[in-house]
């Protein structure tokens, strides 16, 4: 079993910038993938970025590429979401996901998620 814990939310004017961490423990969680998707009121939930293990390969939404950036710190078992240039559209709860592989942009076939962490953008 592998349990996530989301932190770095919170409440951001339109153009700033907000670091969103995720960090794992379990069996395992140290080299699992790691994905970070999000989920506005009344919408599907939407992938933003991915990162296999240990580091080299990177996936993003296309509305998030360019502005967001996912990473990780394989010692600290700890994935993390910079997001820059932030805007009202990217109003959501953002969830951390983990499984043993990459998986796909369907949210569905990732295995481990956290609770979520809401994030605001003011315009």
């Known amino acids: 079993q592998v349990q996530l814990v989301e932190s770095g939310g919170g409440l951001v004017q339109a153009g700033g910038s907000l670091r969103l961490s995720c960090t794992a423990s379990?069996?395992?969680?140290?080299?699992?993938?790691r994905a970070w998707f999000r989920q506005a009121p009344g919408k599907e939930r939407e992938f933003v970025a991915d990162?296999?293990?240990?580091?080299?390969?990177?996936n993003y939404g296309a509305s998030v590429k360019g502005r967001f950036t996912i990473s990780r710190d394989n010692a600290k078992n700890t994935a993390y979401l910079q997001m820059n240039s932030l805007k009202p559209e990217d109003t959501a709860i953002y969830y951390c996901?983990?499984?043993?592989?990459?998986?796909?942009?369907?949210?569905?076939?990732?295995?481990?998620w956290g609770q979520g962490t809401q994030v605001t953008v003011s315009s």
């Open positions: 379990g069996r395992a969680s140290s080299t699992y993938a």
């Open positions: 990162i296999g293990w240990p580091g080299g390969t990177t």
């Open positions: 996901a983990a499984d043993s592989r990459l998986s796909t942009r369907n949210w569905r076939t990732w295995d481990y």
